[in-house]
């Protein structure tokens, strides 16, 4: 009777540390979860303004110095050029949909220089063509001149996560313009996805485990069999997803 007590007790003890990991895990693992999405995003937009300043780089200052920002820049060959330095850009960057040149005028509106759409194109924004959907964050970038990242913010274009770097002249410290950069909102949610499924999809094997060990520890064999058979499905879908997560991550850095 002794005996039995003791393992009973014993049993006791050993899953209340089993319910304390597990408990512990339903707390930890949607907080490191949310974690690892905002860091993924954090990463991206290093990335993005990464991709910006090259974009910049290739941009030559003297042609934009030639430029009005009117109507009267489509004849001008600067503007030829600088299209043509935006378009190379554009199909250099990664999930880049649009790269353009914004310019500010006397009366505070932001409008384009040109942008790396063909002409012909019905997405493309001609010279001097006002943007009224610049947001405070663009318009910081003018004023105090630092690089930052905005989105998703919908424009007439569609909703999009954009990088920012302005164009400072050398010569007198003045922003001529800023270089903008635009990625499609779903290829920016897909790309976290991607990129946070690995490490929450091993935390969700984590938590699965401790409660597949906590059955059994019980020595149910009928139920350890049952909750076997039902774990097996989320097990396969968790593999699969960190599976096609790791390709996708792959096929992104190889693209």
Request: glycine letters at 6%.
């Amino acid at each position: 009777m002794a005996l039995r007590n003791t393992q009973s007790s014993a049993l006791k003890k050993k899953n209340r540390i089993f319910f304390l990991f597990i408990g512990l895990f339903l707390i930890v693992v949607p907080l490191l979860s949310w974690w690892t999405v905002i860091y993924s995003d954090h990463q991206l937009r290093d990335q993005l303004l990464q991709q910006v300043r090259l974009a910049a780089e290739g941009i030559d200052m003297e042609q934009l110095r030639k430029l009005e920002g009117s109507k009267t820049d489509l004849e001008n060959p600067a503007y030829s050029k600088i299209k043509e330095q935006l378009a190379r850009a554009r199909s250099a960057a990664y999930q880049c949909r649009f790269i353009y040149l914004l310019g500010k005028n006397a009366h505070g509106q932001v409008f384009f220089y040109a942008d790396s759409e063909p002409s012909s194109s019905p997405d493309s924004s001609p010279a001097g063509q006002i943007y009224d959907e610049a947001t405070d964050i663009l318009q910081k970038v003018f004023s105090i001149r630092e690089a930052n990242t905005e989105g998703p913010v919908p424009d007439r274009w569609g909703t999009w996560v954009s990088g920012f770097v302005p164009l400072v002249d050398s010569k007198d410290g003045r922003v001529i313009g800023v270089i903008g950069m635009d990625v499609d909102a779903s290829d920016w949610v897909m790309d976290i996805a991607a990129r946070s499924a690995i490490p929450i999809g091993l935390m969700l094997l984590v938590l699965i485990s401790l409660i597949s060990g906590y059955l059994v520890s019980r020595r149910l064999e009928a139920p350890v069999g049952i909750a076997r058979r039902r774990l097996l499905f989320p097990l396969g879908a968790l593999i699969t997803i960190i599976l096609a997560s790791l390709v996708s991550h792959h096929a992104s850095i190889d693209g």
